[in-house]
């Protein structure tokens, strides 16, 4: 990975949020979209993150909730796309990244296509230390709950059968099938769980590292197993370990992961997403 730049994020920065509920309009890089959970409210819903662009120093945010299903095409956004959009701060939210997105304002502005234009954007928050960020949000939360970690090894790719929504996941779907809203198109759809769980292990720059095992939420892992519903388990694994593990973690690419935390257990992170440029 190159050497990070003079505009980089400072891991010192004061981690604090925007007081009231008054709406700012952000333009931001859309680098993560999350796996969908269940939601009473809207059937599933994702979580974004983004790098902001409008400030003279780049920021981290988060965007939930975000309910792709209900989006319109106009709406629709990919990953590394720039757009625009009002959000308030989550102030039910401790982590000072959180914003909550008011979806009819979103516009697409613009979108970087291939590594090498994406590359100075992140390069500017890529660090080493996945221990340095786990102590921070043990010792003085909130901290930073998101980031882009540059693994110094990466161990593996666990994959297991996925056990199915919980109870409580699944008391969500249920309220929601039975609710009836006059802007529905059609028969509400439950949301599906998916076929297998993954988590990378790796480890990390800080030399006493003992190892990270940290959950895939990407959605794009998700939507690669619906596409092989004809293979079975072994050869469906076999499948998933090609892209996920010998592709993106090949020894011929810079690989970096999008990494943040749960608001309810902010000292456990998970792989949001991968960044894997050519070296």
């Known amino acids: ?10 891991p010192d920065a004061p981690t604090r949020k925007p007081q009231g509920n008054r709406p700012e309009r952000l333009k931001l890089l859309i680098v993560v979209k999350a796996a969908p959970n269940p939601s009473q409210a809207y059937g599933e819903t994702v979580c974004v993150a983004a790098l902001r662009l409008d400030l003279e120093k780049n920021q981290w945010v988060r965007l939930y909730p975000i309910n792709f299903r209900a989006l319109e095409d106009p709406n629709a956004f990919q990953k590394y796309d720039i757009v625009t959009v009002d959000a308030k701060p989550a102030l039910a939210d401790p982590r000072y990244e959180s914003w909550r997105p008011i979806m009819p304002t979103l516009q697409k502005v613009g979108h970087l296509g291939g590594w090498a234009k994406r590359l100075p954007w992140v390069a500017d928050h ?27 090894q990466i161990d593996g790719l666990d994959i297991e059968p996925h056990p199915g929504w919980t109870p409580e996941e699944q008391a969500k779907i249920d309220a929601y099938l039975r609710q009836e809203s006059l802007f529905d198109s059609g028969p509400r759809t439950a949301l599906e769980a998916p076929r297998f769980k993954a988590w990378y292990r790796y480890r990390c720059h800080t030399r006493s590292c003992k190892g990270h095992r940290q959950g895939v939420l990407d959605w794009e892992f998700v939507a690669h197993q619906r596409r092989l519903g004809e293979l079975d388990d072994t050869a469906a ?34 792989v949001l997403g991968a960044f894997y440029p050519r070296r």
């Open 1 to 10: 990975m190159t050497q990070q730049s003079l505009f980089a994020l400072d």
């Open 126 to 152: 890529v660090e080493g230390s996945m221990c340095d960020l786990l102590d921070a949000v043990r010792s003085n939360p909130p901290a930073r709950s998101l980031a882009a970690i540059h693994p110094r």
């Open 237 to 270: 694994k076999q499948e998933l370990r090609k892209r996920w593990l010998e592709k993106i973690c090949a020894t011929d690419r810079d690989t970096v992961f999008f990494v943040g935390n749960q608001a309810k257990r902010q000292h456990v992170f998970s």
